[in-house]
Antibody
Framework: EVQLVESGGGLVQPGASLKLSCVAS????????MSWVRQTPGKTMEWIGD????????NYAPSLKNRFTISRDNAKSTLYLQMSNVRSEDTATYYC?????????WGQGVMVTVSS | DIQMTQSPSSMSASLGDTVTITCLAS??????LSWYQQKPGKSPKLMIY???NLEDGVPSRFSGSRSGSDYSLTINSLGYDDEGIYHC?????????FGAGTKLELK
């Protein structure tokens, strides 16, 4: 059974940094592109970026490229999202997803709240 | 970016009804479109990919179609388990984009 389990969210102050993790199981992690997608409190979905199966290439939403970094550790079957200089508009539930290339599995999501 | 205009934003239907949700793509996306069902407090679940392909395990009451730039999700014989928010998603071109979602409620 495919499982994606995110962690690392919580309440953070504006301007701070945060690193989310997503541990994958039930499939060969190193065979798949992976992505991060976030959902705002109003339920709007926004694609953040993706990373190639070997970690050699990433793509980002232009509006987030300068603040967010995606990486992976295939030995640990773990996907990461490094967020820097967070803003109130980054408040959302963050999902890691498996790409086929369409997204076929989503994690349970982790909430990030940016507030002072 | 490709805009996905999803309609309606919300709808209410009765048990056994047939409902259709539509996404209009602002430019050609081929058939690179998927549909997801999201229940309250849960993560989205893949229902349709490639515009018309039913994901394994999804009831055949769900179907996807395309007419030009309009992509539709149709649910036949509506049941209470079908309540939720439905999202369309284009993965033809970077950045991938989503529709605004359709909240489906049963009367």
């Amino acid at each position: 059974e495919v499982q994606l389990v995110e962690s690392g969210g919580g309440l953070v102050q504006p301007g701070a940094s945060l690193k989310l993790s997503c541990v994958a199981s039930g499939f060969t992690f190193s065979d798949y592109w992976m992505s991060w997608v976030r959902q705002t409190p109003g339920k709007t979905m926004e694609w953040i970026g993706d990373i190639k199966y070997d970690g050699s290439y990433t793509n980002y939403a232009p509006s987030l490229k300068n603040r967010f970094t995606i990486s992976r550790d295939n030995a640990k079957s773990t996907l990461y999202l490094q967020m820097s200089n967070v803003r109130s508009e980054d408040t959302a539930t963050y999902y890691c997803t498996r790409d086929r290339p369409h997204v076929d599995y989503w994690g349970q999501g982790v909430m990030v709240t940016v507030s002072s | 970016d490709i805009q996905m205009t999803q309609s309606p934003s919300s709808m209410s239907a009765s048990l056994g009804d047939t409902v259709t949700i539509t996404c209009l793509a602002s430019q050609d996306i081929g058939n690179y479109l998927s549909w997801y069902q999201q229940k309250p407090g849960k993560s989205p679940k893949l229902m349709i990919y490639g515009a018309t392909n039913l994901e394994d395990g999804v009831p055949s009451r769900f179907s996807g179609s395309r007419s030009g730039s309009d992509y539709s999700l149709t649910i036949n014989s509506l049941g209470y388990d079908d309540e939720g928010i439905y999202h369309c998603h284009q993965y033809y071109e970077y950045p991938p984009t989503f529709g605004a979602g359709t909240k489906l409620e049963l009367k």
